[in-house]
C-alpha cells in the first residue's frame, strides 16, 4: 500500500501546470464511473474525455497493486482477461483511484 501511495504523490507532481485542473475533476469523478459503468467504460471515457495522464497513472498504480509488471490497460480494453481477472483489477483499480484522488486534492490544490 505504501508503495502505490508513493507513486501516486510522484506521479501527480509530475503533471503539467496547464492540464492541474482537467487532472483533478476527472480524478475526482473516476471513482464513481468506474463503480456505475465498470473500469473498462471508465477507462474507454477516460481515454476518450479526460487527460491521458490519468489512464497511465492508473495503469502503473495497478501495475504495482497488483505486483504485475506485465499489466496493461490493453489487456482490459481488448478482453484478454478472465473476468475473475478484471473483477480482481477493477478493485485494485478502485484502490489506487482513491490515492490518486487523495493527493491530487491536496497537491494539485482542490478544496
Not at 507513486?7 to 483533478?24: C, Q
Not at 495522464?53 to 482477461?81: A, C, T, Y
Request: aromatic share 6%; proline share 1%; glycine share 8%.
Amino acid at each position: 500500500m505504501i508503495e502505490v501511495a508513493k507513486k501516486a504523490v510522484e506521479l501527480i507532481v509530475s503533471i503539467r501546470d496547464d492540464k492541474k485542473e482537467e487532472y483533478l475533476r476527472t480524478v475526482r469523478g473516476l471513482g464513481s464511473l468506474v463503480v456505475q459503468n465498470g473500469l473498462l467504460g471508465a477507462i474507454l471515457f477516460t481515454k476518450k474525455k479526460g487527460p491521458q495522464e490519468v489512464v497511465d497513472h492508473l495503469e502503473q498504480l495497478i501495475r504495482i497493486k497488483i505486483g504485475s509488471d506485465k499489466f496493461s490497460m490493453n489487456e482490459i480494453i481488448n478482453g484478454s482477461i478472465t473476468q475473475e481477472k478484471y473483477l480482481q483489477i477493477q478493485i485494485a483499480a478502485l484502490d489506487c483511484i482513491k490515492w490518486l484522488k487523495r493527493y491530487s486534492e491536496i497537491l494539485l490544490g482542490g478544496d
